[in-house]
């Protein structure tokens, strides 16, 4: 397959379990993927493992730069302290027009520290921090930190969950909204510009906080009443 592709999803860390539990909703709802790592082999291993789950699953294996370029909404799911690297490694690639979603929940333990811990980015947010390594023409979606790994990866089970959606370019957003709204029980709800991107990622801070003192396996939040407004 040569080319950009215009109805694919590139997911960049698609091998770790956010970005795999994400392939596996959008692969089970017909969506083209490509998972993307830094190791080939690892974004083909990612491949195996999702055909085994879903046969007929579009989807392909690829280095993320090769990733990027070839898909029309790149997925950031990375930790915190690969967020720029995996950013700086790609944006070359990038093509104008490219939508491109962050994903990163800014918490300690990408730092080595305690994984409930919420860590601040100089800019306010890990979204607009990845904004500002972004070529021009490129517009960022803040979304998806809402929706637990482990509850994607769960196929036997819908989900129930609704996520917030934060960015700047309104066209952007709505093409993350319908992605969105692919995943059987996600619900897509613009929580306003990239600058509100920090209360999603402090509510997504909060979540695993309160999953790790009540040892349970978080499945989603709603927000209830919002979805109309």
């Known amino acids: 397959m040569n080319g950009p592709m215009t109805d694919t999803i590139a997911i960049l860390g698609g091998t770790g379990a956010e970005g795999f539990g994400l392939a596996l909703r959008w692969a089970q709802a017909g969506v083209s993927l490509i998972i993307g790592s830094r190791d080939a082999a690892k974004a083909r291993a990612a491949v195996e493992r999702l055909k085994e789950a879903i046969p007929a699953a579009a989807v392909e294996g690829a280095v993320n730069g090769e990733a990027a370029a070839r898909a029309a909404v790149v997925v950031l799911t990375v930790p915190l302290v690969a967020q720029i690297p995996t950013i700086k490694a790609v944006r070359e690639k990038l093509r104008p027009g490219t939508v491109f979603v962050d994903a990163t929940v800014p918490v300690g333990a990408a730092l080595g520290d ?6 601040t980015p100089w800019p306010g947010s890990a979204a607009q921090q990845a904004a500002a390594y972004l070529p021009p023409g490129v517009p960022l979606v803040s979304a998806l930190h809402t929706l637990s790994a482990v509850a994607l990866a769960d196929l036997a089970h819908p989900l129930d969950c609704d996520v917030l959606i ?26 306003g510009p990239l600058e509100n991107a920090r209360f999603a990622e402090h509510l997504a801070a909060l979540l695993i906080a309160l999953n ?7 499945s989603g939040v709603r927000f209830t009443g919002l979805a109309g407004l």
């Open 114 to 119: 305690r994984i409930a811990r919420l860590v």
């Open 166 to 191: 934060c960015g700047d370019d309104a066209a952007a957003k709505a093409v993350v909204s319908r992605l969105v709204e692919r995943i059987a029980g996600a619900r897509a709800i613009d929580a």
């Open 212 to 218: 790790i003192g009540h040892k349970v396996k978080h």
